[in-house]
């Protein structure tokens, strides 16, 4: 393959920002964003895997912001200091996670209105009111930027039930809400500013092996099992696969894509 093709892949001269870098997908989309040369911004909450990663990538261009993104109260003061202090990003990512102390009660058969409205007001709608004001900034600034916005197979498609037989993992109301949001407010998105070159996709990853959000436990043998049986490739992805995906839309090898729900999931949308 020619060099000057492997260059648009390149992130050098690029700076990035990472929304929920600390977390499983995060941690390699940091990874693989350091390698590309992007100056890599970091926003979590984990100050642990924060200070691992400084550590990981000292003298290179990485930096950890500790920071509750999904904070909305004073959402105005944190943009315009991030702003002021690191300036406006040509890539935003965000893949973060947060979610309530009761998720996993999230189910048709247990959640409350409560939790579907906290849950939303975290997830969602930090998604949403982040991505917004970055884009009105990289507008004023005349970036061609590019967003990622990290949806699921589940904002796309009806979740499958069959994969939770027998194991502790169930259905989740809440989850399918937030990610077809995500995934429908990145088209608006894309079609309001691709007149301004900002490029915006969704990544919806499949099942992805590691472990179970809202709990320290990896995915059962049996989930394992009965979700690879699902599964046209037969197995769960990896981190980084994700991860390289989210390089490929952040990169100029994707510049001419913008409004797609970029599908990560082994062929799990194609049955």
Not at 39 to 62: Q, S
Not at 151 to 179: F, P, R
Not at 258 to 264: A, C, D, I, R
Request: net charge positive; aromatic share 12%.
């Amino acid at each position: 393959m020619k060099k000057s093709i492997l260059k648009k892949f390149s992130l050098k001269n690029k700076k990035a920002f990472v929304f929920g870098g600390c977390g499983l997908i995060g941690k390699e989309i940091t990874k693989t964003f350091v390698e590309a040369g992007a100056k890599t911004l970091v926003f979590d909450t984990n100050l642990k895997i924060g200070k691992l990663l400084e550590k990981k990538y000292d003298n290179l261009n990485f930096k950890f912001i500790r920071s509750d993104t999904s904070d909305l109260k004073k959402i105005d003061v944190k943009f315009n200091n991030f702003i002021k202090k690191y300036g406006c990003p040509d890539i935003f990512v965000n893949c973060s996670y947060p979610i309530t102390k009761d998720w996993a009660q999230s189910t048709f058969q247990k959640n409350t209105l409560k939790s579907l409205k906290k849950n939303v007001e975290i997830h969602l709608d930090s998604y949403v009111w982040w991505s917004h004001k970055i884009c009105r900034e990289m507008k004023k600034r005349k970036i061609k930027g590019s967003v990622v916005l990290f949806s699921s197979i589940y904002g796309v498609l009806g979740q499958n039930l069959n994969i939770y037989k027998n194991t502790s993992i169930s259905e989740n109301m809440n989850y399918s809400v937030i990610k077809g949001g995500i995934t429908n407010f990145s088209k608006q998105l894309a079609s309001y500013y691709g007149k301004d070159g900002i490029r915006i996709n969704s990544i919806c990853p499949g099942g992805i092996l590691g472990h179970v959000k809202g709990s320290s436990k990896k995915q059962s043998k049996k989930f394992i099992k009965n979700y690879s049986e699902n599964c046209p490739l037969s197995r769960l992805g990896t981190p980084e696969e994700v991860a390289l995906s989210g390089l490929f839309l952040s990169s100029n090898a994707s510049s001419y894509i913008t409004g797609t729900s970029f599908m990560v999931d082994g062929g799990w949308s194609a049955i």
